[in-house]
């Protein structure tokens, strides 16, 4: 999978959203949570990063959290598209689950900013909208886990503790979105292949060449 291929909206950044106000306002809004956080930033200051008043951006978003919402769904369902087009691939499981890891490494790096607010910002959201986001996130993880089971089934890998691996390997992958700089020596595919092999070691897959890929 591409960079292209993970993002098929991205060719105009949010490209989903519209109208063109509201993903102004979008983008704005993503900017501002990812630098200052989501209840430091004030409606304020997103309608001034985008160009607009304050009353603009009541027309297209009734709150902040309803912003906040619209970020956080349009990202977590990108993120499920990522990892089901990887595990839906022909393939080992050690190739299905590089290619899932790798993928997801390289949105949460090519779009740390958007990957911050995302998967670091759900307790903001209203009760209704979390439960919405954690069921799309328990969707995420039975992607991996089936994945992680089909491995321990054909001999793959050896991992005693299911459950426990797909937290530890989505928890890995999550926290590239943390770090990332994209003035760093690594780019996003270099970060995704280094997670790809980091993840095999960790979940001992079978390899004819020793090395712990397959």
């Not at 349009?74 to 689950?97: F, K, W, Y």
């Amino acid at each position: 999978m591409t960079a292209a291929d993970d993002m098929t909206c991205e060719d105009v950044p949010w490209g989903e959203v519209s109208p063109e106000a509201a993903r102004k306002l979008l983008i704005a809004a993503v900017e501002a949570f990812a630098e200052r956080g989501y209840h430091a930033t004030t409606t304020r200051d997103i309608a001034g990063r985008a160009g607009m008043s304050p009353a603009a951006l009541y027309i297209h978003y009734k709150t902040k959290e309803e912003l906040l919402h619209r970020i956080s769904r349009i990202g977590h369902d990108r993120a499920l598209r990522i990892l089901s087009v990887a595990a839906e691939r022909e393939g080992t499981p050690g190739e299905r689950l590089a290619g899932a890891v790798s993928s997801f490494v390289r949105w949460h790096a090519g779009r740390h900013d958007t990957a911050r607010v995302v998967q670091y910002e759900l307790d903001a959201l209203s009760p209704e909208h979390r439960t919405e986001i954690v069921e799309l996130r328990r969707r995420s993880d039975a992607v991996i886990r089936g994945i992680l089971r089909d491995g321990v089934e054909s001999g793959d890998f050896d991992v005693p503790d299911v459950p426990g691996t797909t937290l530890a390997v989505l928890s890995l992958c999550v926290d590239v979105a943390r770090w990332f700089n994209t003035r760093g020596h690594r780019t996003p595919d270099e970060v995704g292949e280094l997670y790809a092999g980091l993840v095999l070691r960790m979940v001992s897959a079978r390899s004819s060449s020793g090395d712990g890929r397959d």
